[in-house]
């Protein structure tokens, strides 16, 4: 067998081997096949749209949003934005995970919980928290007497953006630290290294490829979101905004879609880029020998300084969906606070419908994501196929591309045989299930490089065929990669709102597209009810993945870290 060696790796690793599977080949074309249908065709529908002018292909929408700076700013805006908020983002998860899993920290399932509050519920119902705590006349702005303060514009973007999307970067970053071998940081311990030597030297090159993932992750939804800068954009015009207004405001579909298709070029560089680096280093940590339990603890001081930046990061975020919560209670927000429960029966009377309908769609498109995603990732990263490249670039497609859009190229290409898609629960499911694989594959690409595929071999030299060695090795190894590919799906699909809007029927509406609506009929107190009953149905499902996936993990070997 021929083998490399790393220094930064425990052991041997396996050079990746052509595929002799049949099993294998046919999953590769099934998944290229879903991919065509459900990501290139839609996109190449809205792509020939921006490209066709009465009837002829012409460059006269590009040439028009490269020559007028109202359209140029935007762009640079959301270039500047992405990158402050991808950043910020991936500090903050790092440094919320690393410390639950490098230290004794109290209150850690709390925490944990917490993270997951800024991503379970509709996102303009954030920003418009934000609004009543920190703007013009808030809660908080009043209270400072902050008469000045402004929190629309870029600053106001970074703090929601920042705060919605780190747990992206946490859960990434989460599954990634998890699975680094204990018994790597002990050895340098052992071997004189001081707390910081270790952390700098072992702990953070060998999260180097989660960090990336994460980055690049935070980076891409900011480009793409338009809820938040819809709300809190003030005179700060981001590109998704303007596709959105093209769009549904002014009816221009193909200048629209020109907006969209160059907001997907920074995401592709930031993707190869990405790619391209973890590609020259090796980062296995997971080796099949027997390991420690514990890690090497940090100082008393560094343990409470993260305690309280955790701390202070949560009651930050209590205090943002206090407000949603306290709405539930108040009769007409804004002008009568009187207590009142009437919010609830009317929530229940025009959402429980749409509430199934959710849960439903959310369920599907949840458990068929979660699996796919981990079968790219695997093939992604210990097979070497033709197309595996553009594999990679075809998934991350569907993420970067402004919902907006989304929506419309499934319109217009799932509305005629043979697809005939629009208007059945079907179009909304396969929506979900392409826009947010790439979070889960992110993150088991992510764990899958640090796990030496040697273990994985030797189950294939036992007799062992690629289905079983899937899903009785693999699958348990990154089980930490698996449950923040399902719930991020769960949570996406809940609070789904730009492509959705296009897609719901009467008899498959949304709950967030319901939120939406009561929203703008100015029924604060019915959206906030609304959105704490996606919070409750968010946080059961997670119950219920973690209940799963731990006892079906207790039963198979325990194997490095």
Request: net charge positive; glycine share 8%.
């Amino acid at each position: 067998m021929d083998l490399k060696y790393s220094t930064m790796a425990a052991g041997p690793v396996v050079n990746k081997k052509r595929i002799s599977d049949p099993l294998i080949t046919v999953a590769i074309i099934l998944i290229w096949l879903s991919l065509l249908i459900f990501i290139v065709y839609p996109l190449a529908r809205s792509l020939w749209i921006s490209l066709v002018v009465d009837g002829k292909l012409s460059l006269a929408h590009y040439g028009y949003v490269f020559t007028h700076q109202w359209l140029l700013t935007p762009l640079y805006n959301s270039l500047g934005l992405g990158v402050l908020v991808a950043t910020l983002s991936t500090i903050i998860g790092f440094g919320y995970a690393y410390g639950l899993n490098r230290t004794n920290m109290p209150a850690k399932g709390i925490f944990r919980q917490l993270a997951l509050l800024p991503v379970i519920s509709p996102p303009f119902m954030f920003a418009l928290s934000v609004i009543l705590l920190l703007g013009k006349n808030g809660l908080i702005t009043k209270l400072l007497g902050l008469t000045h303060f402004d929190i629309y514009g870029l600053p106001g973007l970074v703090l929601v953006q920042s705060l919605t999307m780190f747990p992206i970067a946490y859960l990434v970053l989460d599954g990634v630290l998890k699975a680094i071998n204990p018994d790597m940081e002990d050895s340098a311990f052992n071997l004189g290294a001081t707390r910081f030597q270790v952390f700098s030297t072992v702990t953070l090159p060998l999260a180097l490829p989660g960090i990336a993932s994460a980055w690049l992750l935070v980076f891409v939804t900011s480009l793409a979101d338009f809820g938040n800068p819809m709300v809190l954009g003030g005179g700060f015009d981001v590109l998704s905004v303007q596709a959105y207004l093209q769009v549904t405001g002014m009816f221009n579909v193909a200048r629209g879609a020109t907006l969209a298709v160059i907001l997907l070029v920074p995401a592709m560089i930031a993707f190869y880029l990405q790619r391209y680096w973890i590609a020259k280093r090796s980062y296995v940590t997971v080796t099949g020998k027997p390991t420690s339990a514990g890690v090497a603890g940090v100082t008393p001081v560094t343990k409470w300084l993260l305690t309280a930046f955790a701390s202070l990061l949560s009651l930050t975020i209590l205090g943002f969906y206090a407000v949603i919560i306290y709405g539930c209670f108040v009769k007409l927000w804004g002008y009568n606070w009187s207590f009142t429960l009437e919010n609830f029966t009317y929530a229940w009377d025009i959402g429980k419908d749409s509430m199934m309908a959710t849960v439903t769609m959310a369920g599907i498109a949840t458990a068929i994501s979660g699996i796919l995603a981990m079968v790219v990732a695997f093939l992604m990263v210990r097979k070497d196929f033709f197309g595996k490249k553009a594999m990679g670039f075809v998934t991350l497609m569907g993420y970067a591309v402004p919902g907006t859009l989304v929506g419309i190229g499934y319109i217009q290409a799932f509305n005629s045989p043979p697809l005939m898609l629009t208007g059945t629960m079907w179009i909304i499911v396969f929506c979900f299930i392409f826009r947010e694989i790439p979070v889960g594959i992110e993150s088991g690409v992510a764990t899958l490089n640090q796990i030496d595929p040697a273990i994985e071999e030797a189950s294939s030299n036992l007799g062992a065929d690629s289905r079983y060695t899937f899903t009785h090795v693999t699958l348990p190894l990154i089980k930490s990669a698996f449950f923040a590919s399902l719930a991020y799906s769960f949570v996406r699909s809940m609070t789904a709102v730009s492509a959705v809007i296009f897609l719901v029927t009467a008899r498959w509406y949304h709950l967030t597209a319901l939120v939406l609506s009561q929203t703008e009929i100015m029924r604060l107190g019915a959206a906030s009810v609304l959105s704490l009953f996606t919070i409750i149905i968010v946080m059961l499902a997670f119950v219920i993945i973690r209940w799963c996936l731990g006892s079906s993990a207790n039963s198979a070997p325990r194997i490095g870290g």
